[in-house]
């Protein structure tokens, strides 16, 4: 485990600001975050709010391993990937990723891939609800079939 990576699933409400804090060195000038929240509308249905339902043990590791192969890809750069586990109403924060890193583009390229990766990697599916009361799971990943195939290309892959 690396010492510039920090990963987890909570219950509790995420902290930008723990996120930040962590990726914090002094020898980087940049932070780059990306938040996501709830909306309040999915595919042209009004939406309440999302259940996450997270396989905290997969998860985590999943989220290790896309961290680890961003590292490779921006070396020198730290990382913080946080995911909801519970209930969230519209405007409720999901996922905090930070990254940081020496100058600003390895930021920003390095914390699109990780959400990229994590949106079709990781073990986390979303129930919808929708004003009338009901709900449906949203499709998700398979823990059926583990698929490397569908890597996000960052524009460092290709020579």
């Not at 509308?41 to 999943?62: F, K, P, S």
Request: aromatic share 10%; charged share 20%; proline share 3%.
């Amino acid at each position: 485990m690396s010492d510039a990576i920090y990963v987890g699933i909570s219950e509790d409400k995420l902290d930008i600001s723990a996120a930040c804090a962590f990726v914090s060195d002094p020898a980087h000038g940049a932070i780059d975050t990306f938040i996501g929240v709830v909306r309040n509308h999915h595919e042209g249905q009004n939406v309440t709010g999302i259940t996450y339902d997270v396989h905290r043990g997969l998860a985590e590791r999943r989220f290790y391993e896309i961290c680890a192969q961003a590292q490779a890809l921006w070396s020198g750069t730290r990382y913080y990937v946080a995911h909801y586990h519970g209930a969230l109403d519209v405007g409720g924060v999901s996922v905090v990723i930070a990254v940081s890193a020496a100058h600003r583009a390895a930021t920003f390229e390095a914390c699109r891939y990780v959400i990229e990766e994590l949106k079709k990697k990781a073990p986390v599916w979303k129930r919808e609800h929708y004003p009338d009361g009901k709900s449906a799971w949203l499709p998700g990943h398979s823990l059926a079939a583990e698929d490397d195939t569908g890597t996000s290309c960052c524009g460092k892959c290709h020579g």
